[in-house]
């Protein structure tokens, strides 16, 4: 009986030994989960104002950021809902005017629930959902590709109106086929109520402009990369005024120096010569279109002095510009070519014999191009553009976001 009764108080205190040191390893598993919180405070502007707080943050995979990222209020299990799986790499905490401190959580659909469905993104307070992020598409899913993953996210002022904004860019990838993956931009913008509402059109813009699609590439589409300054006036007319353009009318652009300050004029250069070429320039707050005759010209940079030269059919022509409040207007104008091209004389080398006339007066082919040089020096003008060499529309606009102020 005795050694009955010893085996039983052995039995008892082995269990409760079991139990203590269950209860330390519950305890260390507990510290194990809790991950440290990312925390974006925002910082006070130069005059210590509310309208000049900013929180940035670009949390991009594989950085030690996303590594350590999570937050309390979210399951560490990642578990989500309604088909969707928390992505804790890409949920943290953030400082946001005029919410405060919240949880951003963003949200992938489960494996094998729907291969359509797109990522989603919340702002919570505790257990409490502030905001949810409208999709690019209405039901939230995309018919020809499918999402990978949330590259990054940031939480700029970008139109410094006193209140965060947010850039998303996520990566999605074809639903069948071999072609590769593509980046997305989402831009939302706050406002003082808390809300958020997504630019569609301009994420479509910073999409076709941006090759590499990063949060310094879409702040520098945006004009936004200093803080409190907002975009330039000329860089934003220019860019509205290039989505505006006929794709198939215009096959090209150019940026050139024609005046002596420090905006460029724009060319657009048409798809044949009866289009020709047209020089846009900023002036007054607004863009002003000039049209040239046909495809050719050159100019002087920062001289102000522009020369199209052109013609066809034995009729040709120099007109000379200067550009006064971005407009176009004549200093001198030259004609040569022949009297009648149905019955062309030709000199004793065999060179068509052409009549020249500059500002009304005929002349010698010698002293058309002494007139001709008096007024516009040949010897400093470059070509306006170079056939094939030009920019394409999106890269344009990316060129123009990418300038100085």
Not at 2 to 21: F, M, N
Not at 48 to 62: C, D, F, L
Not at 210 to 225: C, M, R, W, Y
Not at 332 to 343: L, P, W
Request: aromatic letters at 10%.
């Amino acid at each position: 009986m005795r050694k009955r009764t010893d085996r039983w108080r052995a039995a008892a205190a082995c269990v409760a030994l079991c139990g203590v040191l269950t209860a330390c390893g519950q305890k260390e598993m507990a510290q194990d989960l809790k991950e440290p919180e990312i925390t974006a405070e925002a910082s006070e502007g130069e005059n210590g104002g509310e309208s000049g707080k900013e929180t940035e943050i670009a949390i991009e995979n594989g950085s030690k950021e996303q590594q350590a990222a999570g937050t309390r209020e979210t399951d560490p299990s990642g578990a989500g809902e309604n088909g969707y799986r928390i992505i804790r790499e890409q949920t943290f905490e953030a400082n946001l005017n005029p919410l405060g401190k919240v949880t951003f959580v963003s949200y992938e659909p489960e494996a094998g629930e729907n291969s359509t469905a797109d990522a989603r993104f919340e702002l919570k307070d505790g257990d409490r959902t502030v905001a949810v992020l409208d999709g690019i598409y209405k039901d939230n899913n995309r018919e020809k590709e499918r999402f990978q993953k949330v590259e990054a996210v940031s939480f700029p002022d970008y139109n410094s109106d006193g209140f965060n904004d947010i850039i998303i860019i996520c990566s999605y990838l074809p639903m069948s086929g071999t072609e590769a993956g593509r980046s997305e931009v989402r831009i939302y913008s706050g406002s003082e109520s808390g809300a958020f509402t997504l630019e569609k059109g301009l994420s479509e813009a910073a999409d076709s402009a941006l090759a590499e699609k990063t949060v310094q590439s879409v702040l520098g589409f945006l004009g936004a990369g200093k803080k409190n300054e907002a975009p330039a006036g000329w860089k934003q007319a220019y860019i509205d005024y290039l989505q505006a353009q006929d794709g198939e009318e215009w096959v090209g652009y150019q940026l050139i120096y024609l005046n002596d300050d420090d905006i460029p004029e724009l060319v657009k250069i048409g798809n044949s010569e009866a289009v020709g070429c047209m020089i846009a320039a900023y002036a007054g707050g607004s863009v002003v279109d000039n049209q040239l005759n046909r495809l050719y010209f050159s100019y002087i940079e920062k001289g102000n002095l522009l020369c199209n030269s052109e013609g066809n059919m034995d009729s040709y022509y120099d007109l000379v510009y200067t550009m006064t409040d971005g407009q176009l207007s004549p200093v001198a104008s030259g004609y040569y070519g022949a009297k009648d091209n149905s019955k062309l004389e030709f000199d004793e080398n065999g060179d068509v014999v052409y009549q020249y006339e500059w500002n009304g007066t005929l002349m010698s082919r010698e002293e058309y191009s002494q007139a001709l040089n008096a007024v516009y020096d040949t010897s400093k003008a470059r070509d306006g553009y170079a056939w094939e060499q030009y920019l394409s529309r999106e890269q344009a606009i990316q060129k123009i976001s990418e300038m100085q102020q």
